[in-house]
């Protein structure tokens, strides 16, 4: 997931993404204390992706864009 995919989306498709990453993560962490996740990687990626998600969140709040 690329910041410029989230650019253009509204706060409301942001949020509900925000949600799903979230569940995502949890359900990543709880595999892993089971040794169930085979690719620990997938943990870093999502952490990261919550990340863009909230940068993307701000920006829309503050009506800020990367439009230039």
């Known amino acids: ?19 799903e990453k979230k569940t995502e993560l949890f359900t990543l962490k709880i595999k892993q204390k089971m040794m169930q996740l085979n690719n620990t990687s ?3 990626v999502a952490k990261k992706d919550i990340a863009k998600i909230n940068t993307a ?12």
Do not use: C, F, P, Q
């Open 1 to 19: 997931m690329k910041y410029s995919d989230l650019a253009d989306k509204s706060s409301t498709e942001l949020k509900t993404m925000l949600k």
């Open 42 to 44: 997938e943990l870093r």
């Open 57 to 68: 969140i701000t920006a829309v709040a503050k009506g800020l864009s990367n439009d230039t």
